[in-house]
């Protein structure tokens, strides 16, 4: 069965200091990562997947196969960008159920 | 387009009691899937459903709990009999047909079993 963990509950980094929220799974095959972030009073919202390799609002993050991790990364943080991040696993392309991990909540200091 | 939406946002229920949870997918989402996050946890899947099909109900609870997505209407999280560990946020996500797409979530229904 897949897992993921996030294993910080709470992060709390300082305006413009770097910042890296860690996420480690585990799955046989070859999943699809995510990244998903709640804003305070807003829904649930995708802000990054492995597959396209982007960078959203400042962050990016690597699928490490070998280490089976998908740690998310800002060089320079914000204190909009305070909110809580979910790391996500899907099984594949065919197949849409979301195994989620706990959560960290990220506080940007001013 | 309004987005996924839930109704109620919060129920309260004695125990014992029915809660029925509603959720309209977006326009042109034919994928349903509902996660239940209880405290200080994570979200965890329960069912994933398409039109007048359920898919995967690995999550669900073997009993009270049910989830329909017919043909017309919202998709219903129905759980029966309700007791005090059923208090939780349920969300629903929608995505369109084809399943890698992004899941977009509503706001979710907090029940309180009193």
């Known amino acids: 069965a897949q897992r993921v963990t996030q294993p910080e509950k709470l992060l709390s980094v300082f305006k413009g200091a770097p910042v890296e929220l860690k996420c480690n799974y585990s799955?046989?095959?070859?999943?699809?990562l995510f990244w998903y972030v709640q804003y305070s009073r807003q829904r649930l919202q995708l802000l990054l997947r492995h597959i396209s390799r982007e960078s959203i609002k400042g962050f990016t993050a690597d699928l490490n196969k070998g280490e089976t991790s998908f740690h998310l990364k800002k060089p320079f943080a914000q204190e909009e960008d305070s909110a809580m991040y979910y790391c996500?696993?899907?099984?594949?392309?065919?197949?849409?159920?979301?195994?989620f991990g706990q959560g960290t909540i990220l506080t940007v200091h001013p | 387009n309004a987005g996924v939406m839930q109704n109620p946002r919060h129920l309260v229920r004695r125990r014992g009691q029915e809660a029925r949870l509603r959720c309209s997918p977006m326009k042109g989402h034919s994928h349903v899937y509902w996660y239940r996050q209880l405290p200080e946890e994570g979200l965890k899947f329960m069912v994933y459903l398409q039109k007048e099909n359920i898919i995967d109900e690995s999550g669900m609870p073997k009993e009270r709990f049910s989830a329909e997505f017919p043909k017309e209407g919202p998709s219903i999280l129905r759980i029966q009999q309700v007791v005090r560990g059923d208090s939780a946020a349920y969300f629903c996500?929608?995505?369109?047909?084809?399943?890698?797409?992004?899941?977009?979530f509503g706001p979710g229904t907090r029940l309180t079993v009193l």
């Open positions: 996500a696993l899907n099984r594949g392309t065919s197949y849409g159920k979301l195994t």
């Open positions: 996500a929608s995505s369109p047909p084809r399943t890698s797409d992004e899941q977009f």
């Open positions: 799955y046989s095959g070859s999943p699809e």
